[in-house]
């Protein structure tokens, strides 16, 4: 998983469980298992609309608080 060595690297390093990596494609929707570098992190890769819709909706969800 060569393309996604910073991802590992700070998964790693700040012990993190869940990253996300926004994609182009469109049906690019998937759930990736780091290798041991990253521990046990899982990285989803989201396509950038989904992404985009679900930050939107959160924005206006949260706006009247």
């Keep these: 998983m060569g393309e996604l060595k910073g991802i590992e690297h700070i998964c790693e390093e700040r012990m993190v469980a869940r990253g996300y990596v926004i994609t182009k494609e469109v049906t690019d929707f998937d759930a990736l298992p780091l290798s ?28 009247d608080e």
């Design 36 to 63: 041991e570098a990253g521990g046990s992190a899982t990285v989803v890769k989201t396509p950038a609309p989904l992404a985009c819709f679900w930050l939107g909706r959160t924005e206006v969800e949260n706006a």
